[in-house]
């Protein structure tokens, strides 16, 4: 179960065409889930490989629950298309600096 919720508003990064926005982050016992959305208007094939977080100086990489069944975004979005989806992570502290969690995506 989720045990806190953050649900920024206007986090969205934007280069080249492509964008990706953060829409809630979520914090449960046993893993960080971060919903997202990907939109590739670039000029060329998206390849959305591993993903980031960091905290009190230890760095957590994305994982896979394939039991839990989350929608996952595809590693490859084609030139037009659209993407929402689950990043999930190794639980992390929810109390750690709520307003500044860095997150670093592909």
């Given amino acids: 179960p989720t045990t806190a919720t953050i649900t920024p508003e ?13 829409d809630k982050i979520e ?25 980031v977080i960091v905290q009190n100086g230890k760095q957590y990489n994305s994982t896979d629950n394939y039991e839990a069944d989350y929608d996952e975004i595809p590693y490859e979005i084609v030139k037009g298309v ?14 750690h600096n709520r307003n500044k969690i860095p997150l670093f995506l592909p």
């Fill in 27 to 51: 914090f449960a016992e046993k893993e960080t889930r971060v919903y997202a959305t990907v939109q590739n208007n670039g000029k060329a094939l998206l390849h959305f490989g591993n993903s």
């Fill in 82 to 95: 659209s993407s929402s989806g689950i990043i999930l992570f190794p639980a992390i502290s929810s109390h």
């Fill in 10 to 22: 206007n986090l969205k990064q934007e280069k080249y065409g492509y964008s990706i926005s953060i």
